[in-house]
């Protein structure tokens, strides 16, 4: 028979199971901690109506969209989990309590360029709190709070949230009567830490930035201090437009929640450089960095908006929310053997039947099973050699192996995989070992 | 402007967050269940292909598969998780140990006719273990323990693993050289229960099985009495033909080893008339019913078959799995109340500040969530009223009001939202009383 190369799309992530362990104690990890602070889940479907999923999209995004027509309908593939639930609030707005908090940990779709560490297929892990008409500044503040517990209960130690509210920049565009060159000036600005404040000043120069409007820009942006010492330096900088004012409240305000929160200081700071996006977001946004890895980029983003579904209902339903790009930050993290995973198998214990009492045995692994033991058992006919091979390779951390004289005497031994140490005693002795 | 109407396609299962967090809690049952066997996870793309995920495929399947073209590569989404398994095996087969046990868990999508409870993107929960050449019977014993733990852990009681070898039925129809008409033989003695044998003998007349036959077949097929009186019959009834006799050797075997893992008499039985598609298994199948709700059809389903991945690869890959249809089960659960979920909501508790004392109730829901417990609380300025009526709907078992007084005195109340009872205590006692 002629055979078909099993081949696997370029860009889609497909790992052997130690990895898939490993990324599926991270999924559920995040899960968990979202699930902590009381987030719904969500399940939205894969494919969509393709009017309703591009309703806003357009430019780039929809060039990397997978489009198709089935029957008479035209579809596309999710692209993101935010306009999935603009269309799920808006389609189910009757029947939901609002503010509205859900997570939802699910794959999207762009058919972006292949290359190493971008996947065409990922999964976000996305929160959003919902208002309807009004969301308060305090979900600014848990926003971090979940960032905070999040990464901790990964295993992270050293990361810092960064945190700027948009109009804050908009009002100082505002005032600086530079609203018309707010992305450029952005896009400058944001090399600071690579080029240098005199190659900064430089290239706004270039785009005609006026020299006394520079150095207003470089104070500002180059801010120092802790939290408390940049707030009161934006307060003294002496702009007085409303935006900025109000901007300024606001982050003033989100920095004393997340301190109600009990978020130790040093994982969050100000940070006047990140804008996430020009159109989306309206007030407080996020970045996360891990500070030994800063060339990973951010590993959690997100803010405020001020009106999620426009393109689907009148209703205004304000909203804050965060995702972690989970395939891009797993394959990152494991590259870089970064990974903190509790276990590195599925099954606590290998039970590893002597000769051929594999059916006596089966008994054995039930009785474990029962006791709330993962447990897996070599089953086939095979030398004690390769059985041996076979739980090494497992990184399963206990191996039991069992014959006629263990299961008539009652007497079981245990293997630590890891340090060869053996444990002798009764199933309920090894039940307890183990645990 | 002109708003986008928010619509979920037909066939697309998209749930209300209280049937969100019961279908979760199903899916997770099932996971761990697999787990508790030592399956390993897999997570194949949603996208392969189509020359690969197609290899086999053909007729009704094809018309079925969501097919695509992007670039100039010729997409399909998968159909089903087995395809993808043996492409997984195929590709990976020089670095997975066999034995391969893997389960996955995730969406698979098919263009059906909509209709009521019928889903077009759908979730399987499959597990299968895959032999390097070959797989002991011992494997076809474990399913039915799958099988039995994790409709136990779902919370049933009442059902019924009915187990068949194809061998037996082959070698019955050898024996009585009705080869040709094996389909329609099977589908005539399929409705013995709702038409009666008189019916069965008329319609196997009907496509000229001649008379002798057809006692043959009722003989065969009208075995009852216990597991052990129905082998014997079997034995008894003088078919000498090899497939048949290999059938029932390992039928015979199968139900040995599933008393060997301790699988309680009452959950299993020997069915004659199950066959599960005539191409695909070769062996021992499998079908499971609710016994009080028979109208479901087959809860879970699965069985042997010689040769995974044949359009792949020319190593001999033998395995045994199970598959259950998550999506159209918990809808036809659901439509009959018998989800039995152990909790309705997410938090475990919601924290409600009492006037606008909610940035003072921060860090009391922070400490809630540090001792483990899963913590909503509501943050917006709202009469008592509103905010008891959103702890209300969300199903959250316990509410806990926090006003000034409270955090002065460290003394806490805790209301149990469904018997209304009261419990005070400092924070320590109301995380015992939670937990």
Redesign the interface.
Known sequence: ?N???????PG??????KD??K??QMKETIQHSY???????????????S??LL?KAGGETEKQI??????D?D?SLRFDLTVPL???V???YN???F?F??YQIG?V?R?ERAQKGRYR?FYQCDIDVI?DG???L??D??LP?VIY?TFKELGFDNFTIHINNRKILNGLFNSLELNDKSVDVLRIIDKIDKIGNNKVKEELAKIEVESEKIDKILDFILIQGSTDEKIEALNNLGFEDETYKEGLEELTQVI??IR???VPEEYFMIDLKIARGLDYYTGTVYETFLNEYRSLGSICSGGRYENL??????KKLPGVGISIGLTRLFYQLNEQNLIKANKDS??DV?VIPVDET???C??V??KL?EA??????Y???AKMKKKMK?AD??L?PYAMIVGEDEINSGNYTVKDMKTGEQFKGSIEEIIEKIK
């Open positions: 028979m055979k078909v190369q099993p081949k696997t799309l889609f992530m497909e790992l052997l199971p898939q362990v990324f599926n699930e902590k602070f009381g987030f719904l889940p969500l399940d939205t479907p894969v494919i969509e109506l009017n309703v309703a997978y489009r198709f027509e089935k029957g309908s579809l603009a269309k799920y808006s389609e189910y029947e939901l309590s503010p908090k859900r794959k779709y058919g297929e208002g009004e969301l308060s305090i979900n503040a848990q709070a517990n004393n929640y109600g929160f009990n579904a426009e393109f689907y209902t009148d599925i099954a290998i594999a059916d006596k089966l008994s692994a039930t099973r709330g033991i993962n447990t897996d058992i089953i086939e006919e076979f390779r497992s399963i």
